[in-house]
């Protein structure tokens, strides 16, 4: 068995944790500046990305850099297609091997659920017109939505968020939205991993390093080998 260990990059001003984070994961989500990070933090993860052969992928997001990508934006399809095409030919400058495309925060939950919102996210992708892999919630509608138009898909499961029985993911505003026990994410994270072709973890989690280390090491254990995002099998239709 194979899977694909993500984290969410370029969104912190202190270097340390991403280099601590990185020879553990097979894949950056890299922030292209709307939500977070600029063009010095895209050269810096993306640098270190290559370093350690880790796949690049691009994470846009609702441009709200005040609440960090984490509100809905009343913004239309067209308008959301117009501002993902434009961050991801930002990253696109710098690693023009981006091999996968990952919303960010609000607009990848919106999308979970919004038909409208997700078909905003294909829209943006194919204007910047290269053959990428979307990645979205496991067990969400927008992984149909983007598979019906022709895109390859991966499932995406957290090791270190908590769940609700919709299979949504937990607002941050409650207070065990996030899973800060590294043995409790590496039950997670082994638990979701048959639904999943990817599992995802925040640089920005307290304790992040640690969480990471340990699902890693916890998949090691269980005999599943670590690949980048863009050598995964894709999934099943559902």
């Not at 894949?27 to 010095?40: E, I, Q, Y």
């Not at 710098?94 to 607009?107: D, N, T």
């Not at 957290?158 to 043995?183: C, H, N, V």
């Not at 990471?212 to 254990?221: D, E, H, I």
Request: hydrophobic share 45%; net charge neutral.
């Amino acid at each position: 068995m194979t899977i694909d260990l993500n984290c969410d990059m370029g969104e912190l001003a202190d270097p340390s944790i991403e280099e601590a984070i990185m020879p553990h994961i097979t894949s950056a989500n890299v922030a292209c500046g709307a939500h977070a990070g600029d063009p010095d933090m895209m050269r810096r993860t993306v640098e270190l990305a290559r370093r350690y052969g880790v796949g690049i992928g691009a994470h846009p997001g609702y441009p709200d850099r005040a609440n960090f990508g984490r509100l809905e934006l009343p913004m239309t399809a067209d308008e959301i297609a117009q501002t993902v095409c434009g961050q991801i030919q930002v990253l696109a400058a710098i690693a023009p091997e981006l091999s996968y495309v990952k919303p960010h925060g609000a607009l990848y939950n919106v999308a979970a659920r919004n038909p409208a919102v997700a078909e905003g996210i294909a829209r943006g992708v194919r204007r910047w017109g290269r053959d990428v892999v979307l990645v979205g919630l496991a067990g969400s509608q927008m992984l149909d939505l983007w598979r019906a138009l022709g895109f390859r898909v991966a499932a995406e499961a957290f090791a270190d968020r908590r769940y609700e029985p919709d299979g949504s993911l937990r607002a941050r505003k409650f207070p065990d939205a996030l899973i800060l026990d590294p043995a409790a994410a590496v039950e997670q994270a082994l638990r979701l991993s048959s639904h999943a072709q990817t599992i995802c973890i925040h640089s920005d989690t307290p304790g992040a390093v640690r969480i990471v280390q340990a699902v890693a090491a916890g998949f090691r254990a269980a005999g599943v080998t670590l690949k980048p995002l863009a050598a995964a099998p894709a999934p099943p239709a559902s």
